[in-house]
T-cell receptor, first 112, second 115 residues
Framework: QKEVEQNSGPLSVPEGAIASLNCTYSDRGSQSFFWYRQYSGKSPELIMF????GDKEDGRFTAQLNKASQYVSLLIRDSQPSDSATYLCAGLRSAAGNKLTFGGGTRVLVKP | GAGVSQSPSNKVTEKGKDVELRCDPI?????LYWYRQSLGQGLEFLIY????????KSGLPSDRFSAERTGGSVSTLTIQRTQQEDSAVYLCASSLVADSNEKLFFGSGTQLSVL
């Protein structure tokens, strides 16, 4: 079992809809979680991080964390074609040396 | 520099040759990370450096892989006797410190192809 699991997709959503991405993790020692966006052929860029249970909102993005269920999600509201990319979920366990463990990523396609 | 710089951007080599990949982190960043991304896969941690502390090498896949960081800045990842399964994009990232909430800035990567 991978430490961080994501559905590879593609997740196809119409423009203007909400894209919902899910991520589960197996290491209960993970303390912080990060969502990175990666366009094809480009390097990952950080969208959000979350370390407390509940929701965290930033513009059109909302990250949700449920530590009891070991579940992290990312919602993208009012999806735009420019949101089409692969979204990588990563967990960090400080006791393990501050290295991020990434999931395989979910490819999102926003159709006009 | 303005961002994390990696070179070369592309490297094609023959099986059995040694390669060196270079990473120049953002000035002032004390933490430096190497990750590997195979086609269609997520990022696989390789090694990280934090200041003058001993590096965390726990992700290196074999003893053919090594990395050093000179003067707390530039890092070189060396792969000896390359194999075809080493083909991947090698990404370097840096952050101000190795903190649980510190943002990682990634370079554009080196695409390594082993023939």
């Amino acid at each position: 079992q991978k430490e961080v699991e994501q559905n590879s997709g593609p997740l196809s959503v119409p423009e203007g809809a909400i894209a919902s991405l899910n991520c589960t993790y197996s290491d209960r020692g993970s303390q912080s979680f990060f969502w990175y966006r990666q366009y094809s052929g480009k390097s990952p860029e950080l969208i959000m991080f979350i370390y407390s249970n509940g929701d965290k909102e930033d513009g059109r993005f909302t990250a949700q964390l449920n530590k009891a269920s070991q579940y992290v999600s990312l919602l993208i509201r009012d999806s735009q074609p420019s949101d089409s990319a692969t979204y990588l979920c990563a967990g960090l366990r400080s006791a393990a040396g501050n290295k991020l463990t990434f999931g395989g990523g979910t490819r999102v396609l926003v159709k006009p | 520099g303005a961002g994390v710089s990696q070179s070369p951007s592309n490297k094609v080599t023959e099986k059995g040759k040694d390669v060196e990949l270079r990473c120049d982190p953002i000035s002032g960043h004390t933490a430096l990370y190497w990750y590997r991304q195979s086609l269609g896969q997520g990022l696989e941690f390789l090694i990280y450096f934090q200041g003058n502390s001993a590096p965390d090498k726990s992700g290196l896949p074999s003893d053919r892989f090594s990395a050093e960081r000179t003067g707390g800045s530039v890092s070189t990842l060396t792969i000896q006797r390359t194999q075809q399964e080493d083909s991947a994009v090698y990404l370097c990232a840096s952050s101000l410190v190795a903190d649980s909430n510190e943002k990682l800035f990634f370079g554009s990567g080196t695409q390594l192809s082993v023939l």
